[in-house]
């Protein structure tokens, strides 16, 4: 884990995350913790995340998602160049889920 984000007050919200159990439930808690632009400012990077990992090339990515050119390459240092891999592991998780719901 990033040295930055080893505070227990960090913890406990990521701690308090993990007891959230529908779509409902994390919508309603990240209604009440986030402003609406900190909640679009995260949902923007993990859709740019998401379509970095799907090889879309950076001018389609700028053209539907509204991210800077520099919040591109940040999330793809991070998709790339961390060891953390919390992208990649959200994105098997919900690959599984859509598989199961296609099921």
């Given at each position: 884990m990033n040295a930055n984000l080893n505070e227990d007050s960090l913890l406990y919200l990521f701690k308090a995350i993990t007891t959230l159990e529908t779509v409902d439930e994390c919508r309603r808690f990240f209604d009440d913790l986030c402003t609406v632009p900190e909640l679009k400012a995260m949902s923007q990077r993990l859709m740019v995340a998401k379509l970095l990992n799907?090889?879309?090339?950076?001018?389609?990515?700028?053209?539907?998602?509204?991210?800077?050119?520099?919040?591109?390459?940040?999330?793809?240092?991070?998709?790339?160049?961390?060891?953390?891999?919390?992208?990649?592991?959200?994105?098997?998780?919900?690959?599984?889920?859509?598989?199961?719901e296609e099921e």
């Open positions: 799907n090889g879309v090339v950076y001018s389609k990515i700028v053209e539907e998602t509204g991210a800077s050119t520099a919040t591109i390459s940040r999330v793809n240092r991070s998709l790339n160049y961390t060891s953390c891999e919390g992208y990649a592991l959200v994105f098997d998780r919900l690959k599984k889920l859509e598989d199961k």
